[in-house]
């Protein structure tokens, strides 16, 4: 059997030493452009909150600026982008106790965003020694901002300090108290009628009405989802236009009645 015999081919081995040297310049450009995007700075920080379908947020643009401005010493503004930790940036705005996710990213045009979801307040607390705070949905304790105060319901009177323990354990007066506040909540209907709780001296709650000057008697937070439904059955199929002036008392700490006493005519 005869040797194969080999011809050199001038053409192909100068295509292939330019396609090497094509490829070579390829990825030379590809590190070229990755470390000069890595060397660029930032340009604009935006920051968008999202006011969860309400008006106005406890929290503004410059809140978060200044949070991240007192942590690292600058706002993230002409920084190098590697120098940009962008999950120590989350991070630190998720431990804020009026935020509650965040999200921060960097895109092609080296914007730096911040994304932030606050929290929601249900209900304002002003306890028995005075300290005067606000609850979120989640009982997450959140303090008194200067930018809003938003109209929600009001607990006052002999109401104990916060604990930690107290929603870990899900047990006490406060805890009740927050779980009767969100209920009310949820309901828009409820909502729009009931303006306070006063927790009395036994422990026992008041409710004080957005419209008329009658005092609701609920009692102990016991069982407090029956006696919402019967405030409602009554509000709804018991009490007319005049009624919101006639009545003094609306008692719910009767099982399956709702007792009402009317004001005496002077």
């Given at each position: 059997m005869g040797k194969r015999i080999s011809y050199y081919d001038p053409a192909k081995t100068v295509k292939q030493v330019l396609l090497a040297l094509l490829g070579i310049a390829l990825f030379a450009m590809l590190i070229a452009a990755a470390v000069t995007i890595r060397n660029k700075n930032s340009s604009v920080v935006e920051i968008n909150i999202d006011t969860l379908g309400e008006s106005k947020s406890m929290l503004v643009e410059k809140d978060i600026s200044n949070i991240i401005e007192r942590t690292y010493g600058f706002d993230l503004v002409g920084i190098p982008i590697q120098d940009i930790d962008v999950?120590?940036?989350e991070n630190l705005l998720k431990n804020v106790p009026h935020i509650k996710d965040a999200n921060v990213f960097i895109d092609a045009l080296n914007k730096v965003h911040v994304d932030v979801v606050p929290r929601k307040a249900i209900l304002r607390i002003v306890d028995?020694?005075?300290?005067?705070?606000?609850?979120?949905e989640d009982g997450i304790r959140l303090p008194i901002s200067a930018n809003f105060t938003p109209r929600v319901l009001v607990a006052h009177g002999f109401v104990p300090q916060y604990h930690?323990?107290?929603?870990?354990?899900k047990k006490g007066t406060l805890y009740d108290i927050y779980q009767l506040g969100l209920t009310i909540n949820k309901d828009p209907f409820l909502t729009a009628q009931l303006d306070q709780i006063y927790i009395n001296k036994k422990g026992e709650a008041e409710l004080i009405p957005k419209i008329g000057d009658h005092e609701i008697k609920f009692g102990s937070l016991d069982d407090f989802d029956w006696k919402?439904?019967?405030?409602?059955?009554f509000y709804k199929n018991g009490i007319s236009y005049?009624?919101?002036?006639?009545y003094q008392t609306i008692d719910l700490r009767f099982d399956n009645q709702v007792v009402c006493?009317?004001?005496?005519?002077s």
């Open positions: 999950l120590s940036v028995e020694n005075g300290s005067n705070y606000f609850l979120d930690d323990m107290n929603f870990q354990e919402l439904e019967k405030l409602m059955a005049k009624g919101w002036k006639t006493d009317k004001k005496i005519k």
